[in-house]
Nanobody, 124 residues
Framework: QVQLVESGGGLVQPGGSLRLSCRAS????????MTWIRQAPGQGFEWVSG????????GYADSVKGRFTISRDNAKNTLYLQLNSLKPEDTGMYYC?????????????????WGPGTQVTVSS
């Protein structure tokens, strides 16, 4: 079945870095845009970043632009998110999601499959 599994979250101090990974299976990974979405404690879901099928086109929320980098390895069926210069407000559960289409997709409702998430906590 279609499955997404995130890893790489953890506790980090402000200014630190993490690299999240999302391993995909059960579908042709290279034919779908992919997205990172997060949810802060007590808040709604926030679109963070998206990437198209080939990785040439990316998009970022203003809140993470210049600090986060999305990438993908289609040979390994894996999506990545490099998080640098982390801030306490970056704390939350981070989900990877399979877009219905091939491009960068910002509408959360256009993602048919989400992973269970990985927790990122930024605190001193």
């Amino acid at each position: 079945q279609v499955q997404l599994v995130e890893s790489g979250g953890g506790l980090v101090q402000p200014g630190g870095s993490l690299r999240l990974s999302c391993r995909a299976s059960g579908f042709i990974f290279s034919e779908h845009g992919m997205t990172w979405i997060r949810q802060a404690p007590g808040q709604g879901f926030e679109w963070v970043s998206g990437i198209n099928t080939g990785g040439e086109t990316t998009g970022y929320a203003d809140s993470v632009k210049g600090r986060f980098t999305i990438s993908r390895d289609n040979a390994k069926n894996t999506l990545y998110l490099q998080l640098n210069s982390l801030k306490p407000e970056d704390t939350g559960m981070y989900y990877c999601a399979k877009a219905d289409g091939r491009g960068v997709t910002t509408a959360l409702g256009h993602h048919g499959v989400w992973g269970p998430g990985t927790q990122v906590t930024v605190s001193s």
